[in-house]
């Protein structure tokens, strides 16, 4: 057995130990463990969260009203919160719970008389079950799930069938420029189900502090790495001195040969000027006290006429 075998066997059983005393009747029977990128989520924990979900649900009974789990110390900072619905609100208004949105028009898979939302807040355990392989998390994981309390001794969870997208809520993730925040984060979502083709998404932030997600599940804010980052600036940095080197190139070569033809043109020209003055040699003559040049004096020969005269 590995080492991460062995760490996830250790987890279960702690939770297993701590949650012995919940009622039997308000379990939910799910073995298996659900891969999410490079770690692996016990069940374990999501089902004891709806363990505690389920029993502050028992001690209250008004429907539509949200109402807040109590967990134990060992699960400080984790926040967990249960609302129960009819199938026909979540069919007719949807439901607005803690950060999450989920709009009209969706139905339970199956479908179910009465459903409970349960929301969980990891706060500071989001980076220890959730890790991004190049980014880091700036935001805790919020998610939701859906149960099935139609009959409380048979309680499982179940899918939801959404016709527009769920609308999760970051508030205050830092202070900088909204166009900032958007070029710089992305937003991630992590599938509920193994059965999903892919256990996680990566999308861009539309609109600051609000990710948009598909299905229930867990979702998340994320940036780059620091060393990704510079990774893209150099890239950036060797593309765009590439360019301007090649331009710059360009325009030297240009250059020269401009230069080239310039050269070219004066010196033909200097020569067919130097081969005018020496196309004809004049002799040199004194004149006075000036050395002038003089041309040789050619008579036209006379050329005797053949015609006789009449």
């Not at 028009?105 to 500071?124: D, K």
């Not at 099935?148 to 499982?156: A, F, G, I, L, R």
């Not at 179940?158 to 999760?168: D, P």
Request: aromatic share 8%; with cysteine; hydrophobic share 40%.
């Amino acid at each position: 057995m590995n080492s991460k075998s062995l760490t996830c066997c250790l987890v279960f059983l702690l939770y297993t130990g701590l949650f012995s005393s919940t009622s039997p009747s308000s379990l939910i029977h799910v073995n298996s463990t659900t891969s999410v990128l490079n770690v692996t989520i016990p069940h374990s924990l999501s089902q004891s969260l709806e363990n505690f979900a389920l029993k502050a649900l028992t001690t209250q009974h008004h429907t539509g009203a949200l109402y807040r789990a109590i967990l134990p110390e060992n699960l400080s900072g984790i926040e967990v919160s249960i609302v129960r619905l009819t199938g026909k609100s979540l069919w007719n208004s949807g439901a607005k719970f803690s950060n999450v949105l989920i709009p009209a028009r969706s139905v339970s898979v199956p479908p179910a008389r009465r459903v409970a939302i349960v929301y969980q807040n990891l706060g500071n355990w989001s980076n220890h079950w959730y890790t991004v392989p190049g980014y880091r998390l700036i935001a805790s994981v919020l998610g939701f799930r859906v149960l099935d309390v139609s009959d409380q001794d048979n309680v499982k969870e179940i899918s939801l069938r959404i016709k527009n997208h769920v609308e999760i809520s970051f508030r205050g993730l830092t202070n900088e420029s909204d166009e900032k925040l958007l070029s710089r984060v992305r937003c991630v979502s992590f599938k509920a189900q193994t059965e999903d083709e892919e256990a996680s998404h990566i999308s861009r932030m539309v609109l600051p502090g609000v990710c948009y997600g598909s299905s229930h599940g867990d979702y998340s804010v994320i940036e780059p790495l620091e060393s990704d980052k510079k990774k893209v600036e150099s890239w950036r940095v060797w593309i765009v001195g590439f360019v301007l080197g090649f331009g710059l190139l360009g325009f030297l070569g240009i250059a020269c040969t401009m230069v080239i033809r310039m050269l070219r043109t004066n010196k033909i020209q200097v020569m067919m000027e130097r081969d005018a003055d020496d196309g004809e040699v004049f002799e040199r003559r004194w004149v006075g006290g000036s050395k002038m040049p003089s041309a040789a004096v050619t008579r036209t020969l006379p050329e005797p006429e053949t015609g006789s005269l009449g």
